[in-house]
């Protein structure tokens, strides 16, 4: 049997780790643009500000040995022939499969005004990336991040350790995928407190260069910033160009409970994938410990052990300028719901969501997150007394 896997991150490793578990002497054949050993995009602002190193990235050193993987780095999965099992690398070697994983997570999107050819123009998705914006980091100097997310405010984080002058562009929310506007509010402060200027309702409307390389930027509202450092951190988009004209995949591709695609013997993990979601729903959740599940339940079934997929959660931890959130299930109660605040101090933020029958909907904390991981594991049950567990904390207020 040979599986063929595309990608090297965290859902392609746990594939490969399920299938060896089932199958020793399957041949396991992985595919990646990426020449290195498995590493850790979640450390890619740390590195970029030289607060750890290439060693300290690797999330399974040794991996492929150890795995028994043979691999094709430096090329990527540029089409398939699905009826003959067969998919054509970038390299134009061609190999055949018996079971694919399409493991290829996403990539930034790039907003109009950004000319990417310019030095001091960047994304920030992986290594290549922070070790071209090293080259434009001076402590001192000013920087302009373009985006509210959760990567836009990790280098945020990480250019103003390093020094930097950084200002925040934000179109409208921040962090709304992981946050309330109340949590929204705390990171808000916390990092201007920390010196990063945050921008609400505005954005880079042109950016300015000279000589190949960046100078400025000039906002909506009217303000310009002169920088030779301006980071795109606007979301992304999944790299499912292989399945061009073979499937309807804009915005993700739909998976069934085995993390099949509508492609004989062709599975799906982690950011790429539309799959059913813990709570109800299909859609995208694009966050690690997705992709490690994913790709786990897709390596059991690839080898033959029909395993259900349980459905994406949303959950997200977080440390930012010395501020910690968690975050799972819904931020802000739906109609019907009540949310009950368990604490709303200055660093010491407590929410619970739940719905009409007491089952528990949503958490968020931020400042004292302690406690908050084992409610956060308990959001979709009805965990009676849940209080209980939080023995000091009586609500503060209850809104309905
Ligand atoms: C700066 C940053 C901070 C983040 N912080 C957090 C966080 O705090 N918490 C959290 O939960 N998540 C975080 N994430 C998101 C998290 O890293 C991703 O959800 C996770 O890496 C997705 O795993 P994956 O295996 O699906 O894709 P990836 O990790 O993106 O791996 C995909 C692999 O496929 C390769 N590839 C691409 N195209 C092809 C092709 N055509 N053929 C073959 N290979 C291909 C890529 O080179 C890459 O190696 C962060 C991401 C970034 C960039």
Redesign the pocket.
């Known amino acids: 049997m040979r599986y063929l896997i595309?990608?090297?991150?965290?859902?392609?490793v746990n594939a490969a780790r399920a299938i060896r578990s089932l199958d020793a002497a399957g041949e396991i054949v992985m595919?990646?643009?990426?020449a290195n050993e498995p590493y850790?995009?979640?450390t890619?602002?740390e590195y970029m500000a030289g607060e750890t190193d290439e060693s300290g990235m690797l999330f399974a050193p040794g991996f492929y040995e150890d795995c028994g993987v043979q691999t094709r780095l430096g090329a990527?999965?540029?089409s398939l022939r699905p009826e003959e099992h067969t998919a054509v690398l970038s390299s134009g070697e061609e190999i055949k499969y018996d079971r694919l994983l399409l493991?290829?997570?996403?990539t930034p999107f790039v907003p109009d005004w950004a000319d990417m050819s310019l030095r001091g123009m960047y994304t920030?998705?992986?290594k290549a990336d922070a070790e071209q914006i090293r080259q434009s980091m001076a402590p001192g100097e000013n920087a302009v991040i373009a985006g509210a997310g959760?990567?836009a405010f990790?280098?945020a984080r990480a250019l103003n350790a390093y020094g930097m002058k950084v200002t925040l562009v934000a179109r409208r929310y921040i962090m709304s995928r992981q946050l309330d506007a109340h949590a929204a509010e705390m990171l808000k402060s916390t990092a201007e407190s920390c010196g990063v200027r945050v921008l609400l309702h505005t954005s880079v409307s042109e950016l300015h260069s000279e000589g190949g390389e960046v100078t400025g930027v000039t906002l909506t509202s009217g303000e310009r910033i002169d920088t030779r450092c301006v980071l795109a951190c606007m979301g992304t988009k999944p790299?499912l160009?292989?399945l061009t004209g073979l499937l309807d995949c804009e915005g993700g591709v739909d998976v069934d409970d085995y993390m099949r695609t509508a492609l004989p013997d062709v599975y799906a993990?982690?950011?790429?994938v539309r799959a059913k979601m813990h709570g109800g729903g299909r859609g995208v959740r694009?966050?690690?410990?997705?992709?490690v599940a994913q790709?786990r339940t897709a390596g059991l079934n690839m080898a033959g052990c029909p395993t259900i997929w349980e459905g994406s959660r949303a959950m997200?931890s977080?440390k930012l300028f010395g501020l910690s959130f968690i975050s799972a299930g819904a931020t802000d109660a739906a109609e019907g719901e009540t949310e009950t605040l368990l604490s709303a101090k200055p660093n010491d933020y407590r929410k619970l969501i739940t719905d009409g029958d007491g089952v528990l909907r949503g958490v968020m904390f931020a400042g004292a997150v302690r406690e908050a991981g084992i409610l956060a594991a308990r959001v979709g049950e009805k965990p009676g007394g849940f209080r209980g567990s939080l023995p000091e904390a009586e609500p503060d207020i209850v809104r309905e």
Not at 6 to 12: D, L, S, V
Not at 31 to 34: A, N, R
């Open positions: 595309a990608g090297n991150g965290p859902a392609a595919v990646s643009p990426e850790s995009r979640i890619v602002p990527s999965v540029a493991a290829t997570g996403a920030l998705w992986n959760l990567v990790q280098a790299n160009d292989m993990a982690g950011d790429i694009a966050i690690w410990p997705n992709a790709g997200n977080i």
